[in-house]
C-alpha cells in the first residue's frame, strides 16, 4: 500500500492507493493546509494516507475532506481522519444520508437485510455525518482554487465529480466511480453500477469536461477524456449485448447471472455475487425500460427475454 504522491499542478496531487486519493495542499510559513477528495475504505488506508501526507509536506494540517460518493472504499477514512485531524467532510445531499446510514448500501446489494457475512468494512464504512452539503452545478472555492461540482450518478445514487482549477490555470476532473481507468476495466470488464442509463448519461456528461488531467475512481490518471470514455462505454455495451444475446431465450436473473460470469470466465464468491448480481438487475432494469428486453411473471417466477424486432 505504500504509494508516493503524484503532483499534477501548482496545489493538486493524487495519491495513487487502492482509491486514488486527490490531495489539495497549500504551503504556509507554519503548517500545509491539506484538502482531500475521498479517503479510502477505512482505518488502515486512513493511516496511510495522513503517514504520507507527513512524508511529504511540512506539518500539514488536513482541514476538510470532499467525497466523491458514499461507497466504504471513498469515504472509509473519513472519521478516523476527523478523530485525528480535526477535519470537515463535506459531500453532496444525497450521499451525505448515505454516509451516515451506510448499512443502506448492503440493504441495496442484497435487496434487504443482508447475511451477516456482508457485514464488513469493504461495503460498510463507519458512520459518518457531514459538516457541509453541496449541490450539483455548484460552484465553490478554496482558498483562491475554484471547484466545480458535477453530477455523475449511476454508479451510485447521488455521486458527484470535481473539476478543479488551480492557480496555474491547470485543470483537474476528478471524477469518482463514473470513470474507470484502462487497467482495472481490463481486470474487472464487468463494474458494479446502480443505474446503467445514468451511468451512460454521466460517461457523456464527462466527455465534455475540459481538462488537463481527469482521474477516475481506481486506476490510472489520463491527459485526454476521449478514449477512456469510449473504454468504459464499450463495456457497459459489451455487458448489454451479452444479457441480450442470453435472452435469445427465457431465462430467470439467476440463470442469466450464471451465464453472464460463465462467459466472462468470473467465479463468484459472495461478494462478487451480490455486487454483480445487482449490476446484473440494474443492466435488466435499464434494457426493460428501453424496450429491448421484456418480463414475465409464470409459474411463479420472473422470466427475461430479449423483444424480437
Known sequence: MEKSLIKLTEHIYI??????????AFSEEKQTEIYLIDSGNDDEYAKVILKQLQASFSNPVVKTIINTHSHADHCGGNQYIRKETGCTIWASHGEAGLMEHPDIETGLIWGGNPVKELKNS????????????????????????????????????DQTGFVITDTDGKKVCFAGDALSGRNVIKK????????????????????????????????????????????????????EN????????????????????????????????VLIGCTLRSYLSSLSDEGKIKYEISDNMMYWSAVKK
Open 15 to 24: 495519491l495513487p492507493i487502492a482509491t486514488n486519493i486527490g490531495v489539495i
Open 122 to 157: 469493504y461495503f460498510v464504512a463507519k458512520p459518518c455525518k457531514a459538516d457541509k452539503t453541496f449541490k450539483n452545478n455548484e460552484t465553490f472555492s478554496i482558498k483562491n482554487i475554484s471547484v466545480e461540482v458535477i453530477s455523475l450518478n449511476g454508479h451510485y445514487l
Open 188 to 239: 474487472y470488464w464487468i463494474q458494479y453500477l446502480f443505474d446503467e442509463g445514468k451511468t451512460k448519461k454521466s460517461l457523456e456528461r464527462l466527455s465534455k469536461v475540459q481538462a488537463d488531467f481527469y482521474v477516475p475512481g481506481h486506476g490510472n490518471y489520463v491527459d485526454s477524456i476521449d478514449g477512456i470514455v469510449e473504454l468504459n462505454e464499450i463495456a457497459l455495451l459489451e455487458t
Open 242 to 273: 451479452m444479457i441480450i444475446d442470453e435472452l435469445s431465450s427465457p431465462k430467470t436473473t439467476e440463470q442469466i447471472l450464471k451465464a453472464v460470469a460463465d462467459r466472462n470466465g468470473i467465479r463468484l464468491g459472495l461478494s462478487q455475487y
